[in-house]
């Protein structure tokens, strides 16, 4: 077996010079372009009407009762405002409506084939992404965000918080779900060397794991993970529980609802967090963008 050589500082420094400008220029470029396509390509995946975008209903109406118990009772003077941010299809918010009566509820997304479904079911939507241009909010200007199952499919999960943090007022609330990668059955499967359910190594087909549909997952969260990016992100976690995921079999769903006891082996995370007091990195990247209108129109 031949043994390879780390470089000295001498050695690097060598190296480097012997590389021509332009290859770095180019490596550059190609970085680009390949960041360039990957973002279209993923942009084109989830415009497809056949990728689902609706989320389990059990899932749903535990995160809405979480969020009502959280805002309390309306004030018609002054109503919350809650976006359901990467809304989909709007079924999930929908589910909400009744328990938030009397609070507006703003469905944003960025895909225009799941704004026009979501229309059908909320009294407002709006486009707008977590990227970018940002959200089309001023800072400070929103009282809660449901965020169900978007964490696990987004390039720059950090960046996003970022936003999401930004237009929450002081002590503004965050409905996070997102599915667990250390759920009661993906124990058993990593130990029989299968691909846990939820997780994905391709965009086009599903590969050793169970189940068809290609969802596109790209990062995945256990319960001590997700609370850490969530405090390292500018919140604090009030609560973490768990839901049953309707994609489990019959037989076992039972015992899918009994693991939601124990939050670190349910199907899905559930968390209710507050935004924490001011952090640096995020005011001045509030500072540094242009100020979005308040609200969409009516």
């Known amino acids: 077996m031949t043994r390879s050589r780390s470089l000295s500082g001498s050695d ?8 021509p400008v332009s290859a770095y220029a180019n490596a550059n470029a190609n970085a680009n372009a390949a960041a360039a396509t990957a973002g279209s390509e993923l942009r084109a995946f989830y415009e497809d009407p056949t990728v689902p ?4 209903v059990e899932r749903s109406r ?4 979480l969020l009502a118990r959280a805002l309390g009772p309306t004030r018609r003077a002054d109503p919350a405002v809650v976006l359901d941010v990467g809304c989909g299809d709007g079924s999930a918010a929908a589910l909400a409506l009744p328990l938030l009566a009397g609070h507006r509820v703003i469905g944003v997304d960025w895909s225009q084939d799941a704004l026009r479904r979501a229309a059908h079911r909320l009294p407002d939507v709006v486009r707008g992404e977590l990227s970018g241009a940002g959200l089309p909010f001023a800072a400070g200007s929103v009282d809660a965000v449901l965020f169900s199952e978007v964490v696990e499919h987004l390039v720059e999960p950090d960046a996003a918080l970022d936003e999401l943090r930004r237009v929450l007022r002081p002590g503004g609330h965050l409905l996070l779900s997102t599915p667990n990668l250390a759920a009661w059955y993906n124990r058993a499967l990593l130990l029989a060397g299968v691909q846990p359910v939820f997780s994905e190594v391709s965009m086009r087909a599903v590969h050793g794991r169970p189940g068809r549909e290609v969802v596109g997952h790209l990062r995945l969260f256990t319960s001590r993970a997700l609370r850490g990016f969530l405090a390292a992100s500018g919140f604090t976690v009030v609560t973490l529980t768990g839901a049953p995921f309707h994609g489990v079999p019959r037989p076992l769903r039972a015992l899918d609802r009994a693991a939601c006891r124990v939050p670190s082996l349910a199907s899905i995370l559930l968390v209710h967090a507050v935004k924490a007091p001011g952090r640096a990195g995020t005011a001045g990247r509030a500072a540094r963008r242009p100020r979005p209108r308040a609200a969409p129109p009516r």
């Open 53 to 56: 975008v609706a989320s389990g």
């Open 62 to 65: 535990r995160q809405a009762l």
């Open 12 to 19: 690097q420094a060598h190296a480097a010079a012997s590389v």
